[in-house]
């Protein structure tokens, strides 16, 4: 089982910036895939930007050169840096990871662009 705790979500105005934190209950040096999706009322979920095992970085068109993922093996913990930010990205923001042929999701954090 892994667990997965986002944070660092909230409210902010167009053009601001936000962290996202995805602190993981096992090692994540080795796990496959690694990254965060979103959901937005009335709207599928959908991939934002992930990690996979290389590591190789890859990025939804919409976030390109907007957000940056990151992650820290010593902390077990993914970062997902946002810039930029538009009403657009207004969104429940889930933390991902594929290992051991299994999914787990975490609970969800909420970023909210607004002026």
């Known amino acids: 089982q892994v667990q997965l705790v986002e944070s660092g979500g909230g409210l902010v105005q167009p053009g601001g910036s936000l962290r996202l934190s995805c602190a993981a209950s096992?090692?994540?040096?080795?796990?496959?895939?690694m990254g965060w999706y979103r959901q937005a009322p009335g709207k599928q979920r959908e991939l934002v930007a992930t990690f996979t095992s290389g590591p190789i970085t890859n990025y939804a068109d919409s976030v390109k050169g907007r957000f940056t993922i990151s992650r820290d093996n010593a902390k077990n913990t993914v970062y997902l840096q946002m810039n930029s930010l538009k009403p657009e990205d207004t969104a429940v923001y889930y933390c991902?990871?594929?290992?051991?042929?299994?999914?787990?999701w975490g609970q969800g954090t909420q970023v909210t662009v607004s002026s």
């Open positions: 096992v090692s994540i040096f080795n796990i496959y895939v």
């Open positions: 991902n990871v594929y290992h051991a042929s299994n999914t787990y």
